[in-house]
């Protein structure tokens, strides 16, 4: 059943002034600069939405995923004659048909997603990395110490499956040699914890028996 907020947040626009009004852009604006984009880059962009951040990608070779029709609408009207926007998950087929990339944005994707759900993605994503690539994600968590209104949006996001930082982490170790990660609560307007990877690399071997 589709909730009253999730019925307001599938407007557009109503959605894109919401995250610029509690300052959620400007996550997506710091995990741009950690994924270092350079022109001539090629992006994979998996959850887009209606890529409202787009301005800030330098010339890339820029493919985007999303499930939301009005948000693939959206932004194919606003940035498609500088990108590819798709309506639908990416899958190992659009792997084997598009090849590998540079770097591959997870925004606000991993919490709506469950265990199984994202170990396939994060499977998906090491394979479809350049050497040398990098994968940046951002998510809701929720973690000790969180101040009460944070702790009130994380219980109330959209995301059915808002973990606590040692999950996350748990989950791109097992997949990436290479994890940085960095607890964002001091960033947006209204008090917010998100919880930022950057992964890259092979996955660590699996200890001998």
């Known amino acids: 059943m589709i909730t009253p907020l999730q019925r307001t947040l599938g407007n557009v626009r109503v959605y894109i002034a919401l995250q610029k009004s509690i300052g959620a852009d400007r996550i997506r604006h710091r995990c741009l600069e950690e994924a270092e984009l350079k022109p001539g880059d090629r992006v994979l962009d998996v959850g887009c939405g209606p890529a409202y951040y787009f301005d800030r990608l330098p010339e890339v070779d820029y493919i985007g995923f999303d499930t939301s029709e009005a948000y693939v609408a959206y932004a194919r009207q606003q940035y498609g004659k500088r990108g590819d926007f798709r309506c639908e998950s990416f899958t190992a ?3 084997a048909q598009l090849g590998q990339f540079d770097a591959i944005l997870l925004f606000g994707l991993l919490h709506h997603l ?3 759900q994202c170990a396939t993605l994060l499977d998906l994503s ?3 990395l350049k050497p ?3 994968v ?3 998510d809701t968590t929720l973690h000790e ?5 944070s702790r009130w949006m994380s219980e109330n996001d959209r995301g059915e499956y808002v973990r ?3 999950s996350y982490d748990r989950m791109a170790r097992a997949r990436f040699g290479e994890v940085e990660t960095e607890l964002i609560d001091a ?3 209204v008090p917010t914890s998100i919880y930022m990877m950057r992964m890259a690399g092979p996955p660590v071997p699996s200890p001998p028996n």
Do not use: F, K
């Not at 110490?145 to 209104?149: A, E, L, P, S, Y």
């Open 187 to 189: 960033v947006t307007r």
């Open 132 to 134: 040398g690539g990098r």
């Open 114 to 116: 469950d265990d199984g």
């Open 164 to 166: 606590r930082p040692e």
């Open 136 to 138: 940046v994600s951002c």
């Open 126 to 128: 090491a394979r479809a």
């Open 93 to 95: 087929e659009h792997l």
């Open 145 to 149: 110490g969180q101040r009460r209104v």
